[in-house]
């Protein structure tokens, strides 16, 4: 990451008045680097325009490869591999094989896809995070704006911060 | 916009704001533990030394240590495994399926309630390991690994083997729903640590919260990954116990024969698994002073589901009985009438006393808003569970097909000393996690103060 970034910074301490700060702020055309929140703000994600997360496609096609490597290895076991007579029913028959089937769904669904999750949001137990404000996994909410991405000038966007509810505009350079 | 009715009561008490939460919580992890903490974990390691000593004496010695014959091939250890399964399911149930369901009063128990459900898998696990015998072959045994036998897989067709994959996919399964839902509280931990300047801890938490910052874009995903998490674990867990009961239901022992099974396990495990939480919880909210958070109102709520889940298990032991007898099986008739007044009598009544007479006492309000009340009847119910499990495991195989192979079974010190063993280390377990880790969920917990606040513009 390049020196000298800076940043100004909204402070919140109420979601609702974070909400409509959101729109108001991007409405004057400023652009959000990010807000960082203790707990998820519904609506939030809307409001700066994010899109939907793909993660439910990755978590179905995760699912979907555990379902098939199941059938797959429990029929070519038991069916191809080393056929058994056991109670003298059909060596590959799909019964009794459905709750293996299941469980290994389920297995590669979730795991697959908080490793996506984890990948797609940079999560590493060594990575040290950039910390606008520590009070943000406290009860504040930070809107960060990044200066270099915004033509609009510092104090300008201070103001336009403390129009909007911020009680307190900060700076921040990293 | 979050609306909150008026005629609700609120779920967190004491005029709570987001900050006073990061406070409550994080004290327990930042502070020294208290002299009831170090006397309680002393206590645990008692409980499990005693435990891994008998456990070693097993795994030297073979599983003849225990007091099983011919005829009892599956005794105290089937039913410990069972009825440590049965406990995990509580967690789920409160993590997931309340979530589904929108319940928020699960946001401040789920943290705990989900840890339970680990630590009773892993306590559940040591069992059919341990009556494996040769635990270090159980790889081959268990899982389909290529082998020396010219490839002998395992057999897809068995429960037993079914079991194998439906518990560790609920372990792992629960354990990442846990942690993921204490990264962000982890960070909380860490940016409190640099605050203090204290290093060392800021690192070791960074390190477990993976780096987290509570980005919008993160949260978004977060949620996401939360609620599909939530979906899955919901019929990850009705398949569980329903794999569990099939280890009996598809055999054609009588008494174990039934089509019932599955839903009666279910409700039983949910039943035993909110038993065991309540019993947690107010022994965790005495220790930590968490009375704001885990309210009364709280235990009222699951108290009902002790109810309604204690009902469904009572009306199940009643339908098992008229359907032998409706069924006109001279063997299942036989095998019920034997539970009820036969060698084992004593029992089968310690079991429809525990848990179809004393859960009926919860439909008096002053009953199960009283804290020591829950408290013993939530211990009165675990009692029962056992029993419950240990009447369909014992009295249907003492009586074998061949009068002459007739047993009774009688416990050695060792099949008590597997069951000490697993609650040494549940507690130890449960311990470490209450001081080391937040015991509730900030993040959510925060989410449901704003919406109170709202009253006072």
């Not at chain 1, 402070?11 to 409405?27: C, G, P, Q, S, T």
């Amino acid at each position: 990451m390049e020196s000298n970034k800076n940043f100004v910074l909204g402070v919140f301490d109420d979601e609702e008045v974070l909400l409509h700060a959101v729109e108001k702020v991007r409405d004057k055309g400023v652009k959000i680097h990010e807000v960082y929140s203790p707990f998820p703000v519904h609506g939030l994600d809307e409001a700066l325009g994010y899109k939907k997360t793909r993660l439910p496609i990755a978590a179905f096609i995760f699912g979907m490869t555990g379902t098939s490597l199941a059938l797959i290895m429990q029929i070519w076991m038991l069916g191809y591999d080393w056929p058994m007579i056991i109670g003298g029913k059909n060596f590959a028959s799909l019964p009794p094989f459905i709750p293996v089937t299941f469980e290994l769904t389920v297995l590669l669904s979730a795991l697959g896809m908080v490793a996506t999750f984890m990948i797609v949001s940079d999560m590493k137990p060594y990575r040290w995070p950039q910390q606008f404000d520590l009070r943000s996994t406290d009860d504040k909410h930070i809107m960060a704006i990044d200066l270099a991405t915004n033509k609009i000038a510092k104090d300008d966007i201070g103001a336009i911060l403390k129009e909007s509810g911020a009680q307190e505009v900060n700076d921040k350079n990293f | 916009m979050q609306v909150s009715s008026s005629l609700r009561e609120s779920l967190i008490t004491g005029g709570k704001t987001v900050g006073d939460v990061s406070e409550d919580i994080c004290r327990q992890v930042e502070g020294k533990p208290t002299k009831l903490w170090w006397m309680a974990f002393g206590v645990s390691l008692v409980l499990l030394g005693f435990g891994v000593y008998t456990m070693s004496m097993t795994l030297w010695n073979g599983i003849g240590m225990w007091g099983l014959n011919k005829t009892v091939g599956w005794a105290w250890d089937i039913t410990n495994f069972v009825w440590w399964v049965g406990i995990g399911h509580a967690g789920t149930l409160i993590s997931a399926i309340l979530l589904l369901f929108r319940q928020k009063w699960r946001m401040s128990i789920n943290r705990a309630a989900e840890a339970m459900t680990i630590f009773a898998v892993i306590c559940a696990a040591t069992f059919p390991l341990i009556h494996m015998g040769r635990l270090w072959l159980g790889f081959y045994w268990a899982l389909p690994l290529p082998n020396a036998f010219g490839s002998l897989w395992v057999n897809f067709n068995s429960p037993l083997l079914w079991d194998v994959f439906a518990i560790s996919t609920y372990f792992t399964v629960s354990l990442v729903f846990w942690y993921i839902g204490l990264i962000p509280d982890f960070a909380v931990i860490r940016d409190r640590a640099v605050r203090m300047g204290n290093n060392t801890r800021a690192i070791i938490y960074n390190a477990l919260s993976f780096g987290w910052q509570g980005g919008a874009k993160t949260w978004m995903r977060y949620e996401s990954v939360a609620l599909i998490l939530a979906g899955l674990s919901t019929p990850l867990v009705l398949s569980v116990h329903t794999i569990v009961s099939m280890d009996f239901a598809t055999s054609v022992v009588p008494g174990w024969h039934t089509t019932i099974f599955p839903p009666y396990f279910v409700a039983g495990a949910i039943f035993s698994g909110f038993a065991m939480v309540l019993t947690l919880l107010l022994i965790t909210r005495k220790l930590f002073r968490l009375e704001d958070y885990i309210t009364i109102y709280h235990v009222e709520l699951m108290n009902i589901i002790i109810i309604v889940t204690g009902s469904i298990v009572g009306i199940a032991y009643i339908t098992e009985f008229f359907i032998a007898w409706y069924g006109q099986v001279p063997a299942e008739q036989y095998a019920f009438i034997n539970r009820a007044t036969g060698p084992y009598w004593w029992a089968y009544w310690s079991m429809m006393t525990c848990n179809v007479i004393s859960p009926q006492l919860f439909w008096f309000k002053k009953i199960r808003t009283s804290l020591v009340a829950t408290f013993v009847l939530s211990i009165i119910v675990n009692i029962g569970m056992w029993f419950e499990r240990f009447v369909i495991i014992v009295t249907s195989l003492h009586r074998d097909y061949l009068p002459s192979s007739w047993s009774m079974f009688y416990p050695t010190m060792y099949d008590v000393g597997e069951y000490v063993l697993t609650f040494g280390f549940f507690f130890a377990a449960f311990l470490l996690f209450a001081k080391f880790f937040p015991v509730i969920n900030m993040a959510e917990v925060k989410s449901i103060i704003k919406s109170s606040s709202e009253k006072k513009h």
